[in-house]
Nanobody, 127 residues
């Protein structure tokens, strides 16, 4: 299995930029697609973005498209989420998740698609 650890969260102002990291250890990281999800207080977990094993394809939720960029560096076993033009509604705990499923894109926005999860990192955006 693979272990995931997120980092980079913090307290930001609206309009700021922030980059989250998801570091992996364990099995060969390049065999896993990775997704970012977020969960705000009293709300369900929400899909943010996903990236394929090689990084050649990405997907985004409409709410972050054009502001967030997901990328990966398999040599460093790390996936990144670059967040720009942050808004107060981006406030949430952000978690990364991994799946070995080659057909994950059909259900990329479903948490149940991903077998491995990190503990999450808090992002708070003040307006």
């Amino acid at each position: 299995q693979v272990q995931l650890v997120e980092s980079g969260g913090g307290l930001m102002q609206a309009g700021d930029s922030l980059r989250l990291s998801c570091a992996a250890s364990g099995r060969t990281f390049s065999n896993y697609a990775v997704g970012w999800f977020r969960q705000a207080p009293e709300k369900e977990r929400e899909f943010v973005a996903a990236i394929t094993w090689t990084g050649d394809s990405t997907d985004y939720a409409d709410s972050v498209k054009g502001r967030f960029t997901i990328s990966r560096d398999n040599a460093k076993n790390t996936v990144y989420l670059q967040m720009r033009s942050l808004k107060s509604e981006d406030t949430a705990v952000y978690s990364c998740a991994a799946t070995p499923n080659r057909f994950y894109r059909a259900n990329k926005d479903r948490p149940s698609e991903y077998a491995y999860w990190g503990q999450g990192t808090q992002v708070t955006v003040s307006s």
